[in-house]
């Protein structure tokens, strides 16, 4: 059985720093994209950031780019996602989320860790 | 940025047949895929590369893409579909390629 579990979520003041994590288990890691996306309480999905199978390329949106982190660690099957310069908006629940396919579509999703930002 | 639309809002009764469509430029040309999200939960992916079910997806579930709108079609509609609905595409257009979705739609069940 496939399971993603994120960690780290907290409350944090703006422009502090944060590290999230995702322990995977039930599939093999280091076959798979992996993504960060974010929903604001009360609002839609917005992607944040993947990381293919090997590291080797990233993508971020917009919004946190020059920011955030994504990176993967495949010898404990582990997604992380390092948040610098947070912002009120940044306020969310993250998901980790595994990519399928061409690894753009995302066929697990975790429960997802409450991030805060406020003073 | 790529931009995907839908409505905010669709009704349907009980065993009527429900349709949420997706409009973007040229969509038809793109993968889209669907999730569902019922409140409090994770996001379930319903329908991938436009039409596909993943294996415990009900086959009232189905899809279709052409043009400018992608639409994801629920038939025989039960009140275990009340969620909200989104779909997603890779842009791969831009100078910075990356995950697009649509801003939700909210499906209640009369």
């Known amino acids: 059985e496939v399971q993603l579990v994120e960690s780290g979520g907290v409350v944090v003041q703006p422009g502090g720093s944060l590290r999230l994590s995702c322990a995977a288990s039930?599939?093999?890691?280091?076959?798979?994209?992996m993504h960060w996306v974010r929903q604001a309480p009360g609002k839609g999905l917005e992607w944040v950031s993947l990381?293919?199978?090997?590291?080797?390329?990233?993508y971020y949106a917009d919004s946190v780019k020059g920011r955030f982190t994504i990176s993967r660690d495949n010898s404990k099957n582990s997604l992380y996602l390092q948040m610098n310069s947070l912002r009120t908006e940044d306020t969310a629940l993250y998901y980790c989320?595994?990519?399928?396919?061409?690894?753009?579509?995302?066929?697990?999703w975790g429960q997802g860790t409450l991030v805060t930002v406020s003073s | 940025s790529y931009v995907l639309t839908q409505p905010p809002s669709v009704s349907v009764a009980p065993g009527q047949t429900a349709r949420i469509t997706c409009g973007g430029n040229?969509?038809?040309?793109?993968?889209v895929h669907w999730y569902q999200q019922k409140p409090g939960q994770a996001p379930v992916l319903v329908v991938y590369?436009?039409?596909d079910r993943p294996s415990g997806i009900p086959e009232r579930f189905s899809g279709s893409n052409s043009g400018n709108t992608a639409t994801l079609t629920i038939s025989r509609v039960e009140a275990g579909d009340e969620a909200d609905y989104y779909c997603?595409?890779?842009?791969?257009?831009?100078?910075?390629?990356?995950?697009?979705f649509g801003g939700g739609t909210k499906l209640t069940v009369l």
């Open positions: 990381i293919s199978w090997d590291g080797g390329s990233t």
């Open positions: 039930g599939f093999t890691f280091d076959d798979y994209t």
């Open positions: 040229n969509i038809g040309s793109k993968s």
């Open positions: 590369d436009d039409s």
């Open positions: 997603q595409v890779w842009d791969s257009s831009s100078d910075h390629p990356g995950v697009v």
């Open positions: 989320a595994k990519g399928v396919g061409d690894g753009y579509n995302l066929d697990y």
